[in-house]
């Protein structure tokens, strides 16, 4: 009896380590909950609920006694779709029975204490590169490639840097688009780029919330309104930070 | 020419945001190759209907088609695939403009843009959902007809 118990603790140990790591690293509200459900009924557990909205999870097993339920809050997000996957190949493990109880807690802790991140050069390389390629997506011209990708670069470092100093997000997007308006604005002046808007587009498409945005009305179409809902407001605010950024500049100049 | 450098930087700019989001590195060049297409069916599209939110439904439709099978055969979440190939879909842009038409005061222009943000964004989502939809529908067509 005592035994089932820590049994029953035990497997919704590891569902919830599971779907918190899946949550903090951008996975989908509905793909959360069913991974969690899967890897507790591959432990036995046939009856679960899970409820995961973008800011906390609550999981309940049924089992011979009364039913157990927790809760985990969820207070910082990104995307790290290397964790997702992982976490992904772990449940697939489970269910198809090759690892234990054990095991997989072991290999979720170490798994939610790993930094798996590109190195900070490369994810600015990345950022400045596809900065200037949105530019000329945009129909931008190709004079302006290398101003787009200077301000895209130096906006994402400053995203990065305040980011890890000042933990208010719309913060720090805010100063970044403020760095990316004001550069911009001084590389158009010395004359090395020309359409102004088409550079500041490019360059702060590394910030924009548009995957929110389109996740919020995938939420909720599919009935997930909490989540939809704060995925939503959360995609307004950076689209508000950035673009208060960007007017601050051009009110200025 | 045009349409080359299209292909090229649309390429790029999506495994550059594959970086960014951290997808595993063996998944890099398929989700630029998915981005790419993508933003090619959007392009050719909403250059000869003149319609972006019909061009973004068929692009989305094919990023989701494409991701789901992608993600079946390599056994990854979908997320990696559809999250890269959708970025460039995704009214960013847009949603930049409007918000800062909202801070320069001018309500009505930023009412507009924002109108159409949710429009094309809405039509990402609807492709995403309708083509999660059909791949559920072929594959029970499957199961009751091996």
Known sequence: ?253 | MDIIGQLITSFIATAAFGVIFNAPKETLVKCGLVGMGGWIIYYIAEKYSGDPVLATLGATLFVGIVSQELAKFYKTPVIIFSVAGIIPLVPGGLAYDTMRNFVEDDYFQALALGAKVTLLSGSIAFGLVFSEVINQVVRKIKAVRP
């Open chain 1, 1 to 253: 009896m005592e035994n089932e118990k820590t049994l029953t603790y035990e497997i919704m140990e590891v569902c919830l380590l599971a779907g918190k790591i899946m949550l903090q690293s951008g996975g989908e509200t509905y793909r959360v909950e069913d991974t969690m459900m899967r890897m507790a009924a591959a432990f036995g557990i046939e009856n679960s609920h899970s409820y995961v909205t973008p800011t906390g999870i609550i999981f309940s097993a049924e089992g011979a006694e009364p039913t157990k339920t927790k809760l985990i809050r969820i207070s910082t997000r990104s995307t790290d779709l290397k964790k997702v996957a992982m976490v992904n190949s772990i449940s697939r493990r489970i269910t198809s029975g090759e690892l234990n109880l054990e095991s997989a807690l072991t290999l979720l802790k170490e798994l939610d204490a790993l930094n798996v991140t590109f190195p900070f050069m490369v994810q600015v390389a990345a950022a400045s590169i596809a900065s200037g390629c949105f530019m000329i997506m945009f129909m931008g011209e190709w004079i302006d490639f290398i101003p787009a990708m200077l301000s895209g670069g130096v906006g994402y470092i400053g995203f990065l840097y305040f980011h890890r100093y000042i933990p208010v997000k719309f913060f720090s997007e805010f100063l970044a688009s403020f760095i990316i308006g004001l550069l911009s604005f001084f590389l158009v002046k010395i004359g090395a780029g020309q359409q102004l808007d088409k550079i500041i587009i490019g360059s702060v498409m590394t910030l924009v919330p548009g995957l929110l945005v389109t996740n919020a009305v995938r939420d909720l179409m599919a009935g997930h309104l909490v989540s939809g809902l704060s995925k939503g407001a959360e995609a307004l605010l950076t689209a508000f930070a950035i673009g208060s950024g960007i007017a601050v500049v051009l009110s200025f100049v």
